[in-house]
């Protein structure tokens, strides 16, 4: 199994040739028409298929549709997560009725059929919720806190919280509560944000905070809108900048095409 001293993540690990520390959080910055999704379905499942743990964070795209890919890509989701491997983070279903899902309940998170639902996607609501964890303890249903140094995290965008919270408040929560809870556990994180769609000011913090820093970029070649991957930025680490075309067979599985000099953007 996947440790902090063993980390394969299919692509990520193609462009990061030294060990992948555990602990390392990644900010994915994305053009919204490219293949961001389908690599991050390509990561989780060629993860979980060696052995090791992931959580996926659906944002985009509702839980049952994140299921059908990773299906589609040889996973059994609920056999992974009845292991104990894989726990799936409903932030989408929020983002449908205003950032708040109505009715009542005790916590912001509720469980679901192998994972959580977050009831509320509202900073205030989180910050209550996070201060009543630290003093009572999480729920005994969430399984990521009990995971070892070196399991997977994939967000798909945190734009969805944006749209129902400011940029500073979010900013403090991630930066003083979030990270230092993902990198205390280890935890390999890739966070996705849409491109030139929030304050410069915001991207220059975040990517401040933030380990390493990938670009996603989509632009015409060869008559096609293609997508292209690198790694910009990772502290302490040795990494390959150069940009990489992605492309995606027909189960949905994402690679990368030999690199091509001519490649400039």
Do not use: C
């Amino acid at each position: 199994m996947p440790s902090d001293n063993s980390i394969d993540i299919p692509i990520l690990s193609e462009i990061i040739p030294d060990e992948l520390k555990a602990g390392t959080l990644f900010l994915v910055e994305f053009d919204p028409e490219s293949e961001w999704l389908a690599i991050a379905t390509t990561m989780t499942a060629g993860y979980l298929h060696a052995g090791g743990r992931a959580a996926y964070i659906a944002e985009l795209r509702s839980p049952e549709t994140v299921r059908e890919n990773l299906f589609a890509l040889g996973v059994d989701v609920s056999v992974m997560s009845k292991e104990g491997r894989f726990w799936m983070v409903d932030r989408y279903s929020a983002t449908l009725t205003g950032g708040r899902l109505e009715g009542e309940g005790s916590s912001v998170f509720e469980p679901m059929d192998g994972g959580i639902r977050f009831r509320s996607l509202k900073l205030s609501d989180l910050s209550i919720q996070w201060l009543k964890e630290k003093k009572q303890g999480h729920e005994p249903w969430d399984v990521v806190d009990t995971w070892p140094p070196g399991a997977l995290a994939i967000g798909e965008s945190i734009s969805q919280l944006l749209r129902f919270n400011e940029e500073k408040p979010y900013l403090e929560f991630i930066i003083n509560r979030g990270h230092p809870n993902e990198r205390k556990a280890k935890r390999i994180k890739l966070m996705g944000i849409l491109r030139d769609v929030h304050t410069q000011l915001f991207y220059r913090q975040l990517e401040n905070d933030y380990d390493g820093v990938i670009d996603l970029r989509t632009m015409e070649r060869d008559n096609k809108r293609k997508t292209f991957l690198r790694v910009r930025s990772l502290k302490g680490q040795a990494y390959d900048a150069r940009w990489h075309e992605v492309q995606i067979r027909r189960n949905g599985e994402a690679a990368l095409a030999p690199y091509l000099p001519e490649t400039d953007f």
